[in-house]
């Protein structure tokens, strides 16, 4: 099983990324996906997840600004990121629940992704 993140970098303030979670080896559609990100210093904290049935999760600091959709015909998870802010610095992971739906906890997912380094500059 592999999990492979892209799509991060530098940004200013302000800005957009979006990041892609490309997906091998499992049969992607009966697997809840997650991204988490973990900032320097900073224990890794869920951001989003989505459930085989297309159930969105956000946390609360990410509603309204980043959306998370899924494309099983491509194997793959997307994170839509607007309106960054520095506090979104982190590196980015994606993780993978064989599970219909969440709640999505670090310690409960199947498979990791190595993350995406994401820098909001102020």
């Known amino acids: 099983v592999q999990l492979q993140a892209s799509g991060g970098g530098l940004v200013q303030a302000g800005g957009s990324l979006r990041l892609s979670c490309a997906a091998s080896?499992?049969?992607?559609?009966?697997?809840?996906v997650g991204w988490f990100r973990q900032a320097p210093g900073k224990e890794r904290e869920f951001v989003a997840g989505i459930s085989v049935s297309v159930i969105r999760y956000y946390a609360d600091s990410v509603k309204g600004r980043f959306t998370i959709s899924r494309d099983n015909a491509e194997n793959t998870v997307y994170l839509q990121m607007n309106s960054l802010e520095p506090e979104d610095t982190a590196v980015y992971y994606c993780?993978?629940?064989?599970?219909?739906?969440?709640?999505?906890?670090?310690?409960?997912?199947?498979?990791w992704g190595k993350g995406t380094q994401v820098t909001v500059s102020s």
């Open positions: 993780a993978a629940l064989f599970r219909v739906s969440g709640p999505l906890r670090s310690d409960d997912m199947h498979y």
């Open positions: 080896g499992l049969t992607f559609s009966r697997y809840t």
